[in-house]
């Protein structure tokens, strides 16, 4: 790879941030070379300036209070900082093409994928409609999108976010373009789609000799796709070279705690203390069934079984993992024990208490019972109210006085890692992984026996993942909580999982302690999920020697 041509180059550039930012640069004095013909793989959690500094070569700027103030991106010669709008426009997608992190946030809502990926030739090559649709057609299927043809007339949200992620890939590569920036294509897809995903971008990286920069908080997923590795801490370049050498023998002491905060496929040791408790909730005969479309010109109704007979036990004090991929069911299940969405048919108790026959009335005080943190707190979080009040809302509708309320509402916030002052402020002014630990203080107001756990740490980078984790745990020890654990990633599930239940197209396909799940899973879409996780042979090396040392 060091005998490579470099196609695009990037010279002491640095970006500023607005006077009340927490630092004065998003982007300081960073050199980095892109070459033909390789993946080069740029490392660091969020707001290291890994994204600012990608976006950066498309001048795509976050608000015009985010500007480039030093340096030069060079590209054919031309300083890419100092081109017009018109050049860079020339430039996008045809030359260098980005992929997005969420694409249904990147894609029109209102146009077909087929339509959007012909725009981007329309607008670069003025070549006939039929002429178009064939080539979008043959990209949809160079992706190993199925049925393209389907793909072509649906819209977005007519299709899954793995299918989503490829069309992204369909449309960024249609005009062959020098350069490829994928910004965190992966971050929020299971592990076999997330897989695929990997295996495409380095297939299509290799059959068409492009140069690739990866955008990642991932060391697992590096330790897949990486030719070169660029480790971003605060804006800085602080390590740079080959990826087998940086993930061997890395330099910099924040490169270490990177690939240290990856969890590893080794569970935790099995704990004894819930063994002999009694039963907190117990699922059985649980089945929810989905249908759409069907009502005109003749089209078929689709039905999608999303829970088909599950069945689960869950001991105070214990922490069962629902693991499974997008589409698996495990959310609708979780939904369906919280009364979120009403199951078709089965039992779901809390205690003594049949849950899922409870009427409408008795439900609204038996739900301080079961409470739930979602996977995106954003979302989830009224931004127009103080974190304090967000957390004190719960116990005041239930007839707590507000000044108990807001008083128990900042002791939440201190259990959770975070100051007092914070419950005068609002959502937007939090991290994601603050926003996180708000989200459980707000469900741990009303003392919930259960605590259901959505995908709580899945769009979240590494380090800040391990700091959810071993709250949560932490919580769990100290409150004695019950956790129904939903996620698609078994190194998540390793750490924080006593049990784990593993979901396939709506059923339970396997259920055990977590230990013996991981040492001999006997299904094979579980040995599928297994061989699936990324950076999974590093993980092992690294388990065995900790099992080795003294």
Not at 508 to 514: A, H, K, S
């Amino acid at each position: 790879m060091s005998g490579a041509e470099t196609v695009l180059t990037i010279e002491r550039l640095t970006v500023d941030l607005p006077p009340w930012a927490d630092r004065p640069h998003a982007v300081e004095d960073v050199t980095l070379e892109l070459r033909h013909d390789e993946i080069l793989c740029v490392v660091g959690e969020s707001g290291s300036g890994k994204s600012v500094m990608a976006r950066s070569i498309l001048g795509l700027f976050p608000s015009r209070y985010v500007r480039p103030s030093g340096g030069r991106i060079l590209y054919g010669g031309e300083d890419l900082l100092a081109a017009t709008p018109e050049q860079l426009r020339a430039l996008r997608g045809s030359r260098i093409a980005m992929i997005f992190q969420e694409p249904m946030t990147a894609l029109n809502p209102v146009l077909t994928i087929g339509r959007q990926i012909e725009e981007a030739i329309e607008v670069h090559q003025p070549v006939a409609r039929e002429e178009r649709r064939r080539r979008v057609l043959e990209m949809l299927s160079a992706v190993h999108l199925p049925e393209a043809e389907r793909i072509y007339k649906a819209y977005p949200h007519q299709i899954s976010g793995g299918q989503r992620q490829r069309a992204m890939i369909a449309m960024a590569l249609t005009l062959e373009p020098d350069v490829l920036i994928a910004d965190e294509p992966t971050t929020a897809l299971d592990v076999t789609t997330q897989a695929q995903i990997l295996g495409l971008v380095r297939e299509i990286q290799a059959t068409r000799r492009m140069a690739v920069l990866f955008i990642t908080h991932d060391f697992g997923v590096v330790a897949e796709i990486a030719d070169r590795i660029a480790v971003m801490q605060q804006g800085r370049l602080v390590e740079h070279g080959p990826a087998e050498e940086i993930l061997a023998a890395p330099r910099e002491p924040y490169t270490r705690a990177l690939l240290a905060a990856v969890p590893d496929l080794l569970p935790a040791p099995p704990r004894k203390a819930f063994a002999q408790a009694p039963v907190a909730m117990r699922v059985s005969g649980l089945e929810k069934t989905y249908r759409s479309g069907g009502l005109f010109f003749g089209e078929s109704a689709r039905v999608v079984h999303a829970a088909k007979g599950v069945a689960f036990e869950i001991r105070r004090g214990e922490t069962l993992g629902i693991v499974g991929e997008s589409g698996s069911g495990k959310s609708t299940v979780a939904r369906c024990v919280a009364r979120l969405v009403e199951p078709d048919v089965g039992e779901i108790r809390v205690g003594d208490t049949d849950f899922g026959r409870l009427s409408h009335r008795a439900l609204r005080e038996a739900r301080r019972r079961v409470q739930m943190v979602f996977q995106d707190p954003y979302g989830s979080l009224d931004p127009r109210r103080t974190v304090g009040k967000l957390i004190a809302e719960g116990p005041i509708v239930h007839g707590t006085t507000p000044a108990t309320a807001w008083q128990h509402a900042l002791e939440l916030l201190e259990l959770v890692g975070l100051d007092r002052r914070a419950a005068a402020r609002y959502p937007h002014e939090f991290s994601g992984g603050q926003r996180q630990r708000i989200g459980l203080a707000r469900a741990l107001a009303l003392d919930p026996e259960v605590l259901i756990a959505d995908e709580p740490v899945s769009a979240l980078d590494v380090s800040v993942q391990a700091q959810v984790l071993r709250l949560l745990s932490d919580i769990r020890e100290r409150l004695g909580l019950t956790v129904l654990f939903i996620t698609h990633d078994l190194r998540v599930a390793a750490q924080v999982c006593d049990s784990i239940a593993v979901m396939r197209q709506g059923e339970i396909v396997e259920y055990g302690l977590t230990a013996e799940v991981f040492a001999a899973p006997r299904h094979p879409y579980t040995r599928e999920l297994f061989a699936a996780v990324p950076g999974r042979a590093q993980s092992e090396r690294r388990a065995a020697a900790a099992t080795a040392s003294p």
